[in-house]
């Protein structure tokens, strides 16, 4: 032991230079985000919560094709396809769930759908009490891509999935099959 | 004789008062201070900066539903944190933290609750006892960690009182008295009458073995949360378990104000141009600054490793203590001659 680290054992020089730290970080600018008080932004890409979507006409896009249950990493989603009651040339989805305990989040099935009936969107708050709670229905799903349509449509753009909405063809993958121009649901 | 025993039990109502509400805002001192210096902010949420926080956890702990592990000593295991507190709270009984006695309608109150002439013995032996809860609750929750915590505070404990204990002989050689309200005023006039200067090695063995003795990091062996999950209270909840946190806090205050007292002059301004000021502020000022000290070093340093710490104790603080003592009282008896 030279008498350079006695002395500094002796002085606990080094104790004293943490603790000089310690306090300078004290008065330092704290970095908490006091959460359901301020939020942070989120970036457009931002994959939250999956929402249904809809075309300008109220009739909703899912054509039960099952493609999106197919890539799903997680075995989130369930698609019963169907043809339409009413518009024989049509098919829906009978039945469609989500189930977001199993949903990685991945983005696959928005990659997946040849319609564009899928979209994340900013929404992450939605805790449930019960695991059926966080199950969702088609219905559930729409109403709540009625309320978040522009930050789905935002996701698609970002996502690189909104090209040919704006080509304004009628065919081709993201119009399939074409759609018969009525109000009502679909 | 009946007005001196109202004056006394108006001074424990209100130092019983003082103490827990201490307690109680010390622990949001020290989430509040750890957070700070993490660059956090502590709880925010309860009240306006989170003020109320300790009343949300004193209720949360008192509602807790108390559980006794089926296999443990159920005797020894309720009684064990009674154990650990009432020395933790009965040795505040000598602590002296003003300087004036007030008489109103024929009642004397004294700004201590007693004056014996053993006091710094007396909380000495008293944290001693305070060990016996830790021992006693470790044992009876029959579960590796609780044993294992336990024995590590025993052996702590032990080794680290022994160099308290020499760390202050310096001081009462100085003083000349085993009385705290003596030792106290023979430091008054002046910060340079402190024993702080005199005795700078036996304030530093005594803040370190203050810390070990509480079980403050870097000397949290007993309760080292990575290695025994909480230590000797891993089986206790609710109410029980905090009755140990109510100990371990007190006995922070108590090694803050003993160390107030011994080396700081407890209650006398630094300057005797300073006395406007009440010494009641006086006092709490310095023991606040202890008490910010330990947070401040739980914020810094990391645990130490058991043998580090045994080697410590025995090889390094020990020797110096001895030899403070030896030197102190040569050049007492050098001086005195
Ligand atoms: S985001 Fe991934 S895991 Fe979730 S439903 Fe879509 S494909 Fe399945
Ligand atoms: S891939 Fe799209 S259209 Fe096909 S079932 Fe899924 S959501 Fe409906």
Redesign the pocket.
């Given at each position: 032991m030279t008498l350079k680290t006695l002395l500094n054992n002796i002085l606990f020089t080094e104790i004293a230079q943490g603790l000089k730290l310690t306090l300078k970080h004290m008065f330092k600018k704290k970095i908490t985000v006091q959460y359901p008080h301020e939020k942070l932004t989120l970036a457009d890409g931002y994959r939250g919560f999956i929402v249904?979507r809809r075309y300008e006409n109220e009739q909703e896009?899912?054509?039960?094709?099952?493609?999106?249950?197919a890539i799903c990493p997680a075995k989130a989603?369930r698609?019963v396809?169907d043809i339409h009651p009413e518009f024989p040339e049509r098919r829906y989805?009978k039945e469609y769930t989500l189930d977001f305990t199993r949903c990685i989040f991945c983005g696959f099935?928005i990659v997946?759908?040849?319609?564009n009936?899928?979209a994340m969107t900013k929404e992450f708050a939605h805790s449930s009490f019960t695991r059926e709670g966080l199950i969702y229905s088609k219905d559930q799903l729409l109403a709540l891509g009625d309320k978040c349509e522009s930050e789905s449509i935002a996701y698609l753009k970002v996502r690189n999935m909104w090209g040919a909405e704006d080509s304004g063809k009628e065919e081709g993958r993201y119009h399939f099959p074409p759609i018969p121009t009525i109000n009502a649901g679909g | 004789m009946l007005n001196d025993l109202i004056g006394v039990l108006i001074v424990i109502a209100g130092l019983l008062f003082v103490v827990l509400t201490t307690v109680a805002y010390l622990t949001y001192l020290e989430r509040k201070v750890l957070g700070f210096m993490q660059d956090r902010l502590g709880p925010m949420e309860v009240g306006p900066w989170g003020l109320l926080q300790p009343l949300a956890d004193g209720i949360k702990l008192i509602s807790k539903e108390d559980i006794i592990p089926s296999e443990a000593n159920k005797a020894i295991f309720r009684i064990a944190p009674v154990i650990s507190l009432v020395p933790a709270l009965i040795s505040f009984a000598v602590i002296p933290f003003g300087k004036n006695s007030f008489h109103f309608m024929g009642i004397t109150t004294h700004p201590y609750i007693t004056d014996i002439n053993i006091g710094i013995l007396y909380v000495l032996a008293l944290s001693s006892v305070g060990a016996y809860g830790i021992l006693l609750g470790g044992w009876a929750s029959n579960s590796k960690y609780s044993l294992l915590g336990a024995l590590r505070s025993a052996a702590q404990v032990i080794s680290y009182e022994l160099n308290a204990g020499m760390a202050i002989i310096g001081v009462l050689l100085l003083a000349g008295s085993l009385s705290l309200v003596k030792i106290e005023a023979a430091q008054s006039g002046g910060f340079w009458h402190w024993y702080i200067f005199p005795q700078i090695v036996a304030f530093v063995l005594y803040l370190i073995s203050g810390i070990a003795e509480t079980n403050r990091t870097p000397f949290d062996l007993p309760e080292a949360e990575s290695e025994l999950v909480a230590g000797f209270f891993t089986e206790y909840s609710g109410m029980r378990f905090s009755l140990y946190y109510l100990a371990e806090y007190m006995n922070m205050i108590i090694v803050s104000s003993i160390a107030t007292i011994l080396f700081l002059g407890g209650w006398n301004p630094p300057l005797p141009s300073l006395g406007f000021v009440p010494p009641f502020i006086w006092f709490m000022l310095k023991v606040y600054f202890f008490l910010f000290f330990f947070f401040w070093i739980r914020a810094t340093l990391p645990r130490l490793r058991y043998d580090q710490l045994m080697k410590f104790g025995w090889k390094v603080m020990l020797p110096l203590s001895f030899a403070n003592v030896i030197v102190t009282a040569l050049v007492i008896y050098m001086v005195r001659r």
């Open positions: 249904h896009r899912c054509v039960g094709c099952d493609l999106c249950e989603i698609v396809g989805a099935c997946a759908c040849p319609v009936a899928l | -």
